[in-house]
């Protein structure tokens, strides 16, 4: 069978798949493309034709502007706590000890849980009258009176990256411990024989394998953390003050709550090119990891 023939019938093949997403994807993009031009609200007409003022006016906003520069607050400090800590528990998991199996498998419950569970769980350990948080510090000394960690601008944001890295830092742990089932155990027996140290045996034979998956993981996690919404909408609704509101919150608010479709539709395209410049960003660098593990 000719090639050409074998690339028609893979388009043949593929044409159902194609076919719905056109219509769940495709066409709902470009309708929100065409609202984006106008000053349509969410109940009534469809609006006048207004042309960018949609987006010059949102982008002008200190709002969106403020909202942008938590957005990637909460994406830095979480994914870099994710990273970290998700490396940290690979190296853990893969040494051989006792009750290892147990303990690899309670480590998946946090990711395992719904999102909405998880921020539940969270808003009861930081509840100001009967939290878990409070009560421990408290009894340690480190405070002198129950705090409402959800309520304050200076802690709030700070209390959902903790909830948000603990949630989903086992993700990273999972790829980084396959990463090091990959590690030969003669290279690391010949590392210690040679003399190398903890620090040298991770940077010269562990960490090479790592850097693949790893990206992969910092893909995946950097653009779920700067379109999240779940977690900070359960637990504080972008409270207070807005000291937590993040794209997606301003996104629906501005569409729903403030039943502005026109602007709210602006807003999401805007937070579409930012994850879509943001993923291609990545990809370029995965692939140029990738050329030069090669």
């Known amino acids: 069978m000719s090639g050409t023939s074998m690339t028609t019938r893979a388009w043949f093949l593929m044409l159902p798949l194609l076919v719905v997403m056109v219509a769940v994807i495709g066409w709902p993009l ?29 982008l002008a906003n200190s709002n969106f502007q403020r909202t942008l520069i938590t957005t990637a607050w909460f994406a830095i400090v979480s994914v870099a706590a994710e990273m970290v800590l998700g490396v940290l ?26 999102t909405v569970v998880n921020a539940t769980l969270w808003r009861l350990i930081y509840n100001p009258e009967y939290g878990a948080l409070n009560a421990a510090l408290t009894q340690l000394g480190l405070i002198d009176a129950y705090r409402s960690w959800l309520g304050e601008p200076g802690t709030a944001l700070t209390a959902l990256i903790v909830a948000d890295c603990w949630k989903n830092f086992p993700l990273v742990a999972l790829i980084a411990l396959a990463a090091l089932q990959a590690v030969p155990r003669d290279i690391t027996a010949a590392s210690l024989v040679d003399g190398a140290g903890p620090f040298k045996r991770f940077r010269f034979v562990i960490l090479p394998y790592l850097v693949g998956p790893l990206m992969v993981a910092l893909v995946l996690r950097t653009i779920e953390a700067f379109k999240v919404f779940d977690i900070i909408w359960v637990m504080t609704r972008g409270g207070p003050a807005n000291s937590t509101r993040t ?26 090119l930012l994850v879509t410049v943001l993923a291609a960003a990545y990809a370029a660098l995965v692939r140029k990891t990738a050329g030069s593990a090669t």
Request: aromatic share 10%; hydrophobic share 50%; proline share 2%.
């Open 30 to 58: 470009v309708d929100t493309v065409g609202l984006s031009f106008t000053d349509a609200k969410l109940v009534g007409t469809g609006g006048n034709f207004v042309g960018i003022d949609n987006y010059a006016k949102m």
């Open 247 to 272: 794209l997606s919150i301003l996104v629906y608010q501005e569409a729903f709550s403030f039943q502005r479709a026109g602007s709210g539709a602006s807003l999401a395209l805007i937070v579409t």
């Open 89 to 114: 528990a690979a190296l853990l998991l893969n040494q051989e000890f006792k009750g290892r199996g147990v303990l690899r498998a309670l480590m998946i419950l946090p990711w395992a849980l719904p």
